[in-house]
T-cell receptor
Framework: GDSVTQMEGPVTLSEEAFLTINCTYTATGYPSLFWYVQYPGEGLQLLLKATKADDKGSNKGFEATYRKETTSFHLEKGSVQVSDSAVYFCALYSGGGADGLTFGKGTHLIIQP | GAVVSQHPSRVICKSGTSVKIECRSLDFQATTMFWYRQFPKQSLMLMATSNEGSKATYEQGVEKDKFLINHASLTLSTLTVTSAHPEDSSFYIC?????????????FGPGTRLTVL
């Protein structure tokens, strides 16, 4: 079955540091890949997505590239801010009917001033 | 665009009572909505797929008689937790699927925190 593996958290960085959150997946076919963000006390928000190999999704300074050869979709940001502190979920959608998303366990990101 | 709302945002109930959670797509129609449950410090678990005008499809291990889902219109799905018990306390999140240019994307509601005493 489908699965998503994310790096364990929490990840603690200083403001303006470079961020990478690793995500690898296992899926049949060619899934769409997503990063969702959950700020404290809120629901999930779609951060970015990519639907085919070599696509790069980007939003709010974050970006991730769909790498089929390494089955990865790592999230990166060049300079993080305190306001980026949140839980980040990598997810995939295989399509083909009524199935929902398959999520990773989430990575808690803490940015210190 | 693509806003999904949930109501209520928080609910506290006594053990044995039933609780209904609403999920609405505010500015689009969704033939398919999903219900997830989030356990503390864990990811979301898909509970069921809600299809407008038909019976919901439940994931393995989810009791369909306990978690009643009704998707009566293209903008509303409801989840009713029947005879709730403390172990049902959790964060419940719905999402609505939108298909644009051949790509499916899910938009999530803000979630409902259920506490069963």
């Amino acid at each position: 079955g489908d699965s998503v593996t994310q790096m364990e958290g929490p990840v603690t960085l200083s403001e303006e540091a470079f961020l990478t959150i690793n995500c690898t997946y296992t899926a049949t076919g060619y899934p769409s890949l997503f990063w969702y963000v959950q700020y404290p006390g809120e629901g999930l928000q779609l951060l970015l997505k990519a639907t085919k190999a070599d696509d790069k999704g980007s939003n709010k300074g974050f970006e991730a590239t769909y790498r089929k050869e390494t089955t990865s979709f790592h999230l990166e940001k060049g300079s993080v801010q305190v306001s980026d502190s949140a839980v980040y979920f990598c997810a995939l959608y295989s399509g083909g009917g009524a199935d929902g998303l398959t999520f990773g366990k989430g990575t808690h990101l803490i940015i210190q001033p | 665009g693509a806003v999904v709302s949930q109501h209520p945002s928080r609910v506290i109930c006594k053990s044995g009572t039933s609780v209904k959670i609403e999920c609405r797509s505010l500015d689009f129609q969704a033939t398919t909505m999903f219900w997830y449950r989030q356990f503390p410090k864990q990811s979301l678990m898909l509970m069921a797929t809600s299809n407008e005008g038909s019976k919901a499809t439940y994931e393995q291990g989810v009791e369909k008689d306990k978690f009643l889902i009704n998707h009566a219109s293209l903008t509303l799905s409801t989840l009713t937790v029947t005879s709730a018990h403390p172990e049902d306390s959790s964060f419940y999140i719905c999402s609505a699927r939108v298909t644009l240019a051949g790509t499916d994307t899910q938009y999530f509601g803000p979630g409902t925190r259920l506490t069963v005493l």
